[in-house]
């Protein structure tokens, strides 16, 4: 099982994932996408349940036309851990 970060590891996020914010309780971190349009929307969350397939370690999301919400937790853990941090970065990098 993976441990939960540290309040300290938390507070250290905002340098690492910029774009993603921990959330009230602490428990998850979040990021709203937008695209040009929902095909666009569409294919990146295939790009993203690719990746997150092969972690193992699958996102809570929504899509609503050329929005993409997507939360991050470890729900066996209870809380937030590096396999979340883990599959940010990855998602960020495909944006870039």
């Known amino acids: 099982m993976s441990l939960l970060l540290t309040e300290a590891e938390r ?16 428990k998850a971190i979040e990021r709203t996408f937008l ?3 929902f095909n666009e929307a569409w294919g990146f969350m295939n790009r993203v349940a690719l990746v997150a397939e092969r972690m193992d370690h699958h996102p809570e999301w929504s899509n609503v036309w050329n929005t993409v919400r997507i939360a991050l937790s470890t729900h ?3 809380g937030l851990t590096n396999r979340d941090v883990k599959l940010a970065t990855a ?3 495909l944006m870039a």
């Open 11 to 26: 507070n250290g996020l905002g340098d690492r994932l910029p774009d993603w914010t921990v959330t009230n309780d602490c």
């Open 91 to 93: 998602i960020d990098a």
């Open 35 to 37: 695209f040009r349009d």
């Open 76 to 78: 066996d853990a209870g």
